[in-house]
Structures are given as structure tokens and as C-alpha cells.
């Protein structure tokens, strides 16, 4: 039996997140892990230079990302620097392989708020995101 | 092929299939060397590596067993290998070869990586000219894939 698990803001509202990954598994993977949380997905991207893109036309009304770190051509590193730089509020939270968690390392003193490893684990990444977002 | 290389590999793929499987029921068959182009299983992922030695990574199973490693990644039994199931057979072999790679980073090494070729089918062969691969087998319960590691000096 699946356990249900509900991430609210303090206010009750849903929060609102972006996914980016370029692997469409995980993209739908974490969407659906996400979703069973009540948490809304406003958008997918499958690469940087749409997330970036994607971000800048959300804002607002997102208040958290997944970011995968290893994408081809804009990888993650740089689309947190590009987020961040654009709004320095902005929660980003690393997705990164079991085992690479040096590399978050760097992500974490350029404004990400946190990581979850893959493989994923639906009721870790969950307890994960909702410690960083403090709900 | 410098014998460091190896073992990151082989432990990468260890602990990556034990935490997708959740079973630590997993054992390395005998190591051989192949020399020229040879039948696969059927599901190859291909992941290219650059740094102080080149080459690529080739992870190579039967289709049931890729089926097997995607029901366990996913959560639902799969039958057929669509394209979801593809990209979550490229995403297994990134997280062995990220992982593998951190490792070789900590021992000085510093690689880079291409992003996942997913090859099915059985009428195909994969030639590496002039660089011989080392293939290392895994097996859990009836299944078996094969690592198979072609690196060369730069």
C-alpha cells in the first residue's frame, strides 16, 4: 500500500514546481512522485536552455525547481547559476546520481537548497523536498 | 587498459543494481577479454568516456532482463520496451557511469561522459577498432548483462 503523503505551504496552498531533467523517465518519474505529494508541476523541461526559459516565464508562480545536474550542452550547474542570478530566492533543489554527491558540493555554495539521489525513492525524495522547504 | 580503471566500474554497477533491485544478491562472473565484433543480448546502453584514457562503457543484457530493471526503477511491471523504458535503461547506465567516474575522481582520474546510446535488436554488432574490451558479467538470479569496458590510453 502506498503511503500518502500531502506537502502543503503554511497556508495550505499547493505548491507549484518546475522539473527539468533530459531523460524522459526521470522526468516523468519525479513528476508523478510529486504529484502523489498534491504538489502541482507547472512545467517539464528536457534540457537548460528550456528551463531557464521556463523559469523566467513562470516567475512568479513557481516555488521550487528539481534540477538535474548532469544535461547535455546547458548542464545543471549553469542553469542554477542562471536562476539564481535571476532570482536570488529561488529554491532549486539538485537531482544527482548515488555516489555524486561531491558534485553538489558546488551546486550548494551556488544557491541550491538541497539534493535528492537517484535512484529515486518516492517516499525519500519527498521527505527530502519537504525538509528543504520546510512544510 | 590500466587496471584502475576497472574496479570503479565494477563497483559502481554493484551498488547501483543492489539499490535499484534491493537485493545484495548480485555476483561478477569470470572477466575475459573480446578482441574483435561479437552477437550482443539484444538491449545495449553506450555511454562514451573522455579524459586520460577513451573510449566507451557498454553495458549489454537480454531483453528481459532490461525489462526486469526497468519494472524495479519504475514500479510497474513492464513487458515491452517502449521508449520511456529505454530512457529509464539509459538513466541506470548514467548513474553507474556517473557513479563510476566520481570514484575514478577521487583517485586522480578525471573523466567525462557522453549522454546514453540505448541500441535494441539482435542483428547488429558494435566494432572498437584497435582498443580491446575488457567485459565483466553480473549476474542476480536467472539474469546476467555484461559490462563491457573499452578504454585507450590518450
Given at each position: 500500500?502506498v503511503?500518502?503523503?500531502?506537502?502543503?505551504?503554511?497556508?495550505?496552498?499547493?505548491?507549484?514546481?518546475?522539473?527539468?531533467?533530459?531523460?524522459?523517465?526521470?522526468?516523468k518519474?519525479?513528476?508523478?512522485?510529486?504529484?502523489?505529494?498534491?504538489?502541482?508541476?507547472?512545467?517539464?523541461?528536457?534540457?537548460?536552455?528550456?528551463?531557464?526559459r521556463?523559469?523566467?516565464?513562470?516567475?512568479?508562480?513557481?516555488?521550487?525547481?528539481?534540477?538535474?545536474?548532469?544535461?547535455?550542452?546547458?548542464?545543471?550547474?549553469?542553469?542554477?547559476?542562471?536562476?539564481?542570478?535571476?532570482?536570488?530566492?529561488?529554491?532549486?533543489?539538485?537531482?544527482?546520481?548515488?555516489?555524486?554527491e561531491?558534485?553538489?558540493?558546488?551546486?550548494?555554495?551556488?544557491?541550491?537548497?538541497?539534493?535528492?539521489?537517484?535512484?529515486?525513492?518516492?517516499?525519500?525524495?519527498?521527505?527530502?523536498?519537504?525538509?528543504?522547504?520546510?512544510? | 587498459?590500466?587496471?584502475?580503471y576497472?574496479?570503479?566500474?565494477?563497483?559502481?554497477?554493484?551498488?547501483?543494481?543492489?539499490?535499484?533491485?534491493?537485493?545484495?544478491?548480485?555476483?561478477?562472473?569470470?572477466?575475459?577479454?573480446?578482441?574483435?565484433?561479437?552477437?550482443?543480448?539484444?538491449v545495449?546502453?553506450?555511454?562514451?568516456?573522455?579524459?586520460?584514457?577513451?573510449?566507451?562503457?557498454?553495458?549489454?543484457?537480454?531483453?528481459?532482463?532490461?525489462?526486469?530493471?526497468?519494472?524495479?526503477?519504475?514500479?510497474?511491471?513492464?513487458?515491452?520496451?517502449?521508449?520511456?523504458?529505454?530512457?529509464?535503461?539509459?538513466?541506470?547506465?548514467?548513474?553507474?557511469?556517473?557513479?563510476?567516474?566520481?570514484?575514478?575522481?577521487?583517485?586522480?582520474?578525471?573523466?567525462?561522459?557522453?549522454?546514453?546510446?540505448?541500441?535494441?535488436?539482435?542483428?547488429y554488432?558494435?566494432?572498437?577498432p584497435?582498443?580491446?574490451?575488457?567485459?565483466?558479467?553480473?549476474?542476480?538470479?536467472?539474469?546476467?548483462?555484461?559490462?563491457?569496458?573499452?578504454?585507450?590510453?590518450?
Open positions: 500500500m503511503e500518502q503523503i500531502t506537502i502543503r505551504k503554511p497556508d495550505g496552498g499547493k505548491y507549484k514546481a518546475l522539473v527539468v531533467d533530459d531523460s524522459a523517465f526521470t522526468l518519474q519525479i513528476t508523478q512522485i510529486l504529484m502523489s505529494a498534491d504538489i502541482e508541476v507547472v512545467g517539464n523541461a528536457p534540457n537548460g536552455e528550456t528551463a531557464i521556463m523559469y523566467k516565464e513562470l516567475y512568479p508562480n513557481v516555488d521550487f525547481v528539481t534540477l538535474d545536474i548532469t544535461m547535455p550542452d546547458v548542464d545543471g550547474l549553469h542553469v542554477l547559476k542562471e536562476i539564481m542570478s535571476f532570482d536570488p530566492n529561488a529554491k532549486v533543489i539538485m537531482v544527482t546520481a548515488l555516489g555524486r561531491d558534485i553538489v558540493k558546488t551546486a550548494i555554495m551556488n544557491g541550491a537548497k538541497g539534493f535528492i539521489l537517484k535512484p529515486l525513492d518516492r517516499l525519500k525524495v519527498l521527505e527530502r523536498i519537504k525538509a528543504i522547504l520546510g512544510a | 587498459m590500466r587496471i584502475e576497472i574496479n570503479p566500474f565494477v563497483e559502481a554497477t554493484f551498488e547501483v543494481l543492489s539499490e535499484i533491485l534491493k537485493e545484495g544478491n548480485l555476483r561478477r562472473g569470470e572477466l575475459f577479454l573480446k578482441r574483435s565484433p561479437t552477437p550482443n543480448y539484444g545495449s546502453i553506450i555511454i562514451g568516456l573522455t579524459g586520460p584514457a577513451s573510449g566507451r562503457v557498454l553495458l549489454d543484457m537480454p531483453p528481459n532482463t532490461a525489462k526486469k530493471l526497468i519494472s524495479a526503477i519504475s514500479g510497474d511491471e513492464v513487458k515491452d520496451l517502449n521508449d520511456i523504458g529505454k530512457s529509464a535503461l539509459g538513466e541506470i547506465a548514467n548513474m553507474i557511469v556517473g557513479n563510476a567516474i566520481t570514484k575514478l575522481y577521487k583517485k586522480g582520474f578525471t573523466f567525462a561522459l557522453t549522454p546514453p546510446t540505448v541500441i535494441t535488436g539482435n542483428d554488432t558494435i566494432d572498437t584497435q582498443i580491446e574490451t575488457l567485459v565483466v558479467p553480473v549476474i542476480f538470479g536467472e539474469d546476467k548483462l555484461e559490462i563491457n569496458i573499452a578504454l585507450k590510453e590518450a
